[in-house]
């Protein structure tokens, strides 16, 4: 059954610079229990994707389109609705978690209010599962004692992945969940996203960088570049078999391994370019590419891919 579906979402900046268009168009959904993996370069958009699900995107964002939650349109929603959903129905655990715990709560304490909110139970279980939690995601036991400010960004990132966990909600937003971590730790937060998902059956949208993570734990790939999908499909298949020309170059660029990156540069979302917004740096392109926007369109069931080049 579908349990998100995302259409024609659109998220602007107004700038006095100009207008950023951070998405352009963005379809997607997702199934109860899924796991998809949002992967592309820097500012592809794939933070203001997750942010503008749960609603949480800065005041001067111009958002449209329809994210359907089952039979919900987010967008609709009244602020204090929306909240209910937040935390409960889909928690986000955010990249720069600055402003997501409370600066005056200790971290435990602040799980366990959340956990009680979240379950009506008491306060004395609602504390062990904080402690739980924080041990699962790696902290050290004074972690749960400690104000946010005591902690480093790191420390911070997994207390909320803590958080976010103990409250099992139904979609799991994690952004960045391994960045920065040396690999037992990477390994630890793979393994508990992995019973979270498989065996706690929670869908999961993993925005990430790595592609090792990625490769492990989804189900279905999303390629983003400059604002929109470029590429759609099975992981399996896309990662043996990806055929956008930028994922194809994504795949191959792992800097971590010595591989090279994508030459060239992402265009300003300001000043797109006319067509394909990757023809630009795209060894195969066609004069075509240079004129019309591709759309993304099926070339196997479940596979799309926005190319001229592919899909011809
Ligand atoms: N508040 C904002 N005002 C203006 N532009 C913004 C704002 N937030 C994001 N953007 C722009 O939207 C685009 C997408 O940003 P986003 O943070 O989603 O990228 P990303 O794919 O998450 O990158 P990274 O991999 O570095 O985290 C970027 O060009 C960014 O500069
Ligand atoms: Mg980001």
């Not at 929306?82 to 971290?107: F, T, W």
């Not at 062990?128 to 480093?152: C, D, I, T």
């Not at 960088?209 to 499909?233: C, F, K, P, S, W």
Request: hydrophobic residues 40%.
């Amino acid at each position: 059954m579908t349990l998100l579906s995302i259409r024609n979402l659109q998220v602007r900046f107004p700038l006095p610079e100009g207008t950023v268009h951070a998405l352009d168009g963005v379809d997607l959904s997702l199934g109860e229990k899924e796991r998809l993996a949002l992967i592309g370069e820097t500012g592809s958009g794939k933070t203001v994707l997750g942010r503008a699900i749960v609603r949480l995107l800065p005041p001067g964002a111009h958002v449209r389109g329809e994210i359907w939650y089952e039979k919900t349109d987010l967008l609709t929603l009244p602020p204090g609705e929306m909240r209910k959903i937040r935390g409960r129905e889909i928690a986000i655990v955010l990249q720069n978690p600055a402003n997501s715990l409370n600066p005056v709560l200790k971290v435990g304490n602040q799980i366990k209010e959340a956990v009680q909110a979240r379950w009506r139970i008491a306060r004395r279980p609602a504390y062990r599962e904080a402690l739980n939690f924080l041990q699962k995601v790696g902290l050290p036991e004074r972690a749960a004692a400690s104000y946010p400010h005591q902690l480093s960004g790191g420390m911070r990132q997994r207390a909320l992945l803590a958080l976010g966990l103990a409250l099992h909600p139904r979609l799991l937003i994690a952004d960045e969940p391994t960045k920065g971590l040396d690999s037992p730790l990477r390994a630890q937060i793979v393994r508990l996203l992995q019973e979270a998902t498989k065996e706690a059956g929670q869908a999961l949208i993993l925005i990430t960088h790595d592609l090792a993570a990625a490769r492990e734990l989804a189900d279905t790939l999303a390629v983003m570049y400059a604002g929109q999908i470029v590429e759609y499909g099975r992981a399996k298949d896309i990662f043996a078999h990806a055929r956008h020309p930028y994922t194809r170059g994504l795949l191959a660029s792992h800097p971590s391994l010595g591989l090279k990156p994508i030459p060239g540069f992402a265009p300003s979302l300001t000043h797109l370019p006319p067509g394909c917004r990757f023809h630009p740096r795209c060894t195969a392109v066609r004069e075509v590419c240079r004129r019309e926007v591709p759309p993304l369109s099926e070339i196997k069931p479940g596979h799309k891919v926005r190319c001229h080049y592919c899909s011809s």
